[in-house]
């Protein structure tokens, strides 16, 4: 079975300063999709970034960036710039590309804090 | 273009009692998806329904079951409450084909005393 792991619950971050979300994971798919979402204190998960592992260029979307390493099995999340709207818990997410194996796996999340 | 919604909001349920939590897909959706989240975890996957079918099911009780209804909207039912219950409920949607992503909604509280 597929698994999740982020080993920071909590980071903190300057405002205008750059950040690095940490996640690894473990499977013996060759091909699967990896996530980041963020969700803010209104709860609502949002989609930040998406990879898919047979592309080897790092997902890019804004100030967001990854840096996914699939021999490694590591995809962190840098956030630069960062802004207090940045503020929220982001969690690393598993997919299987097999239909029937469509659900997300999550890690337990980073709590990211953004000082003024 | 609306996205995902759910209803209620917040909920608040005592042992042994049932629950039915709804959900409304983003606009063209046809897969929902329900995860749960307890306090300070990452969401965990409980079933998926597409074309009206449970398509797959993670590690939870037959007490949580669900329904999808033509329009594509789908119910999380659950009997028996107990206290473990009490948790964030989120509904995701996708197309059951091609783009793989998930779109979640607000979610449901629930709290179970």
């Known amino acids: 079975a597929q698994t999740v792991t982020q080993s920071q619950p909590e980071m903190s971050v300057q405002e205008a300063e750059t950040v690095t979300l940490s996640c690894t994971y473990d499977?013996?798919?060759?091909?699967?999709?990896l996530f980041w979402y963020k969700q803010p204190p209104s709860r609502q998960m949002i989609l930040v970034i998406r990879q898919e592992a047979y592309k080897q260029q790092n997902a890019t979307e804004n100030r967001f960036s990854v840096n996914f390493q699939k021999a490694a099995k590591s995809f962190s999340l840098k956030i630069s710039d960062s802004q207090l709207g940045d503020a929220a818990m982001y969690f690393c997410a598993y997919r299987s590309v097999v239909r029937s194996q469509g659900n997300l796996i999550f890690g337990k999340g980073t709590k990211l804090s953004v000082k003024p | 273009d609306a996205g995902v919604t759910q209803s209620p909001t917040h909920l608040i349920k005592t042992r042994g009692q049932q629950v039915t939590l709804r959900c409304s897909p983003k606009?063209?959706?046809?897969?929902v998806s329900w995860y749960q989240q307890a306090l300070g975890q990452g969401p965990q996957f409980i079933f998926q329904?597409?074309?009206?079918?449970?398509?797959q099911r993670g590690n939870f009780p037959d007490r949580f079951s669900g329904h999808q209804f033509p329009n594509y909207s789908s119910e999380l039912n659950v009997n028996a409450l107990l206290l473990g219950d009490s948790a964030l409920y989120l509904c995701?949607?996708?197309?059951?084909?091609?783009?793989?992503?998930?779109?979640f909604g607000p979610g449901t509280r629930l709290t179970v005393t």
């Open positions: 499977t013996s798919e060759s091909d699967y999709y």
């Open positions: 606009s063209g959706h046809d897969t």
């Open positions: 995701a949607s996708s197309l059951y084909t091609g783009n793989y992503e998930q779109y």
């Open positions: 329904y597409y074309e009206e079918e449970e398509r």
